[in-house]
């Protein structure tokens, strides 16, 4: 069985950085993709940054050239590096893997950027 484990997150101040990772844990298949949505209140969720099997990524508008996205395939794990970030990228962020046609979703962690 597939599972997601977040970890990072928490309250931070405006221009301030956060980093999130996700490991993946199950059977040892190839994952296609891995990635990070968020979803604010009132909100639907929204795609924040994701990466394939070949490294190559794709990034909100809202969040292209303050967040970085990694993966590192031997641990199956994904790494969000967030920098300066704003009031408006408050949300719960959950992580996301691509297997097959599978996908499958973190709980989700909470990132508050408040002063």
């Known amino acids: 069985q597939v599972q997601l484990v977040e970890s990072g997150g928490g309250l931070v101040q405006p221009g301030g950085s956060l980093r999130l990772s996700c490991e993946f844990s199950g059977p040892m298949v190839s994952i296609e993709e891995m990635g990070w949505y968020r979803q604010a209140p009132g909100k639907q969720r929204e795609l924040v940054a994701v990466?394939?099997?070949?490294?190559?990524?794709n990034y909100a508008e809202s969040v292209r050239g303050r967040f970085t996205i990694s993966r590192d395939n031997p641990k199956n794990r994904v790494s969000l590096q967030m920098n300066s970030l704003k009031a408006e990228d408050t949300a719960v962020y959950y992580c996301?893997?691509?297997?097959?046609?599978?996908?499958?979703w973190g709980r989700g962690t909470q990132v508050t950027v408040a002063s």
């Open positions: 996301n893997a691509l297997v097959g046609i599978n996908r499958s």
């Open positions: 990466i394939n099997s070949v490294d190559s990524t």
